[in-house]
């Protein structure tokens, strides 16, 4: 852990001095809510396995009314199709959201994108997609400004009554999300189906920066973690990566997200299957090209403490196991258990990194806000990032504390909305 932290300190230098490194740092030209926000705003939230429209009136006093939400699956053939077909459908559910919703036909919404990818930008309202993520292959859309897609879909769907003012990535939208009402908070982290993590840092630091001075003299940074490979990895994560859409990319994600996580436990588990160590010499393997090992199975077999562990024996018939033994599902939940423990220790090591290049000997308090369906619902990921910082940090580490931040990232983007 500490090796990580060192070299995720030097990546991320060069990423602020736009040397080349692992790490982009992007400039998301966000600064930290003043709590002068007011007003009605929409927000998008596009970057895993759904799509979410959301409204939501900020009133005075950072107070904000409970939003209204509305969530769409995003089908397979839609993340793997044209861009155009996906900027057409998010119109259209933008579309039925307003009618739903009976929004004010003769009013105009300023609206805050989310869109949680890698994007260069050039200023608040328009980023370039540089590479997808987490799957997503829609064709035609690297290498454009992707608020431009969006505005050209909702013209072709005939919406005239919104305004795309920002793009975030969702890491920002948390961390504008908790410092609304925390000021301790300088950081906001994504451990769902992708990881990343955005923090603030002083301009003066961004050495790469440009644009003058901004009113705090601070900017909010999307490091894009989830790229960083100064890491260790095992023949397993050797060959998650090969036979992933982006190999060589995505690094530590392909270690530590959700999208991953049940894939590399299954990938272990066929290993030992292999050997004939685990389900007797039977040749069954549990993850292969038809069939997905997912990571909410590698979490319920974790946390399984049913007598013979009989609830992991059901979901192994689920998956097409019929016969395994006591010590088969023990040494199963094993695996699980490394896998999801190593995922958050590289986490830990990621944050402790970031923490202290904020503040090198943790002299003041630091709330990081965090996100996400493995923070939130793999089986024990949030204690084990909290011990691994204790390893760490010894007794400064009550100066951290982590903040589940739900639906932050949608809600951030209305408030960054808000501030245009
Ligand atoms: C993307 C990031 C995003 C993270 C969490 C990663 O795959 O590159 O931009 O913040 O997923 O959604």
């Known amino acids: 852990m500490q090796r990580i932290i060192k070299d995720f300190h030097s990546e991320m230098k060069k990423g602020l001095a736009g040397s080349k490194s692992s790490l982009k740092m992007i400039p998301e030209y966000v600064e930290r809510p003043s709590g002068k926000e007011k007003g009605e705003f929409l927000a998008l939230d596009l970057g895993g396995t ?24 995003l089908k397979k053939e839609l993340i ?80 005239s009554n919104t305004k795309v003012v920002a793009i975030v990535n969702d890491t920002v939208g948390t961390f504008v999300t908790r410092s609304y009402k925390d000021p301790n908070c300088d950081m906001g982290v994504i451990l769902g189906t992708g990881t990343n993590a955005c923090y603030c840092e002083k301009i003066k630091n961004i050495t790469k920066w440009k644009g003058g001075r901004t009113s705090s003299g601070e900017m909010v940074i999307n490091i894009e973690w989830g790229n960083f490979d100064k890491l260790c990895l095992t023949a397993y994560d050797k060959q998650l990566d090969s036979a992933s859409a982006n190999p060589g990319e995505q690094i530590l994600e392909k270690m530590v997200s959700g999208m991953y996580l049940g894939k590399l436990a ?124 204790i390893e760490i940090f010894k007794k400064k580490a009550s100066k951290i504390k982590l903040k589940l931040t739900k639906d932050g990232s949608g809600k951030g983007a209305a408030i960054i909305a808000a501030t245009v």
Request: charged share 25%.
């Open 80 to 159: 793997k199709g044209s861009g155009s077909k996906l900027f057409d459908f998010i119109a259209e559910c933008i579309k039925a959201f307003i009618a739903e919703q009976k929004l004010g036909a003769g009013e105009k919404y300023n609206v805050g994108f989310t869109f949680s990818f890698p994007t260069k930008k050039k200023n608040i309202a328009s980023g370039l997609l540089i590479r997808w993520t987490k799957g997503f292959k829609a064709k035609g859309v690297e290498g454009k400004d992707v608020v431009r897609l969006l505005n050209s879909a909702l013209a072709r769907k005939g919406v």
């Open 50 to 73: 759904h799509f979410r429209v959301l409204s939501l009136r900020l009133k005075s006093g950072r107070k904000t009314e409970a939003p209204l939400s509305k969530k769409f699956i």
């Open 266 to 389: 299954g990938l272990v588990a066929n290993s030992l299957i292999e050997q004939e160590i685990l389900f007797n010499g039977q040749k069954k393997y549990i993850f292969c090209k038809s069939k997905n090992f997912k990571s909410e199975y590698a979490s319920a077999i974790e946390s399984d403490t049913s007598g013979k562990l009989s609830r992991t024996n059901t979901l192994l018939k689920k998956v097409g196991i019929k016969n395994s033994t006591y010590a088969d599902r023990k040494l199963l939940q094993r695996v699980c258990a490394i896998v999801s423990r190593r995922a958050a220790r590289i986490s830990a090591s990621a944050m402790a990194a970031v923490i202290t290049k904020i503040d090198p000997h943790l002299s003041g308090k630091h709330t990081i806000a965090v996100d996400g369906s493995v923070y939130e619902k793999h089986s024990g990921f949030s204690k084990k990032i909290k011990s691994a910082l």
